[in-house]
């Protein structure tokens, strides 16, 4: 059975950082690439960033580039975003996901984690 497992969200003022985990099970991680989405109240999911396994990075935005850094270790099987300066507007439900490399669709996902941003 595939489960992905956020952990690391929580409460932060604006200015601060977090560091979200996700760790893999029941797949063979070496052919997914694992990416980082985010979903606020009344607003469409956000695709964030990916990495394959061989550390070929990808973001939804350049901007992210700035703030969020996507790693992962392959030997864990966990894949994490380092999320730096939060503001308040980045407060969301934040969700790892699962794409075989072969395919363009995410098709594991973990339960999510919240992030809250306090001004």
């Known amino acids: 059975q595939v489960q992905l497992v956020e952990s690391g969200g929580g409460l932060v003022q604006a200015g601060g950082s977090l560091r979200l985990s996700c760790a893999a099970s029941g797949l063979t991680f070496s052919s997914y690439a694992m990416g980082w989405f985010r979903q606020a109240p009344g607003k469409e999911r956000e695709f964030l960033t990916s990495?394959?396994?061989?550390?070929?990075?990808?973001y939804g935005q350049d901007s992210m580039k700035d703030r969020f850094t996507i790693s992962r270790d392959n030997a864990k099987n966990t894949v994490y975003l380092q999320m730096d300066s939060l503001k308040p507007e980045d407060t969301a439900v934040y969700y790892c996901a699962a794409r075989r490399i072969s395919l363009s669709n995410y098709s594991r996902w973990g339960q999510g984690t919240q992030v809250t941003v306090s001004s």
């Open positions: 990495i394959t396994w061989g550390g070929s990075i990808t």
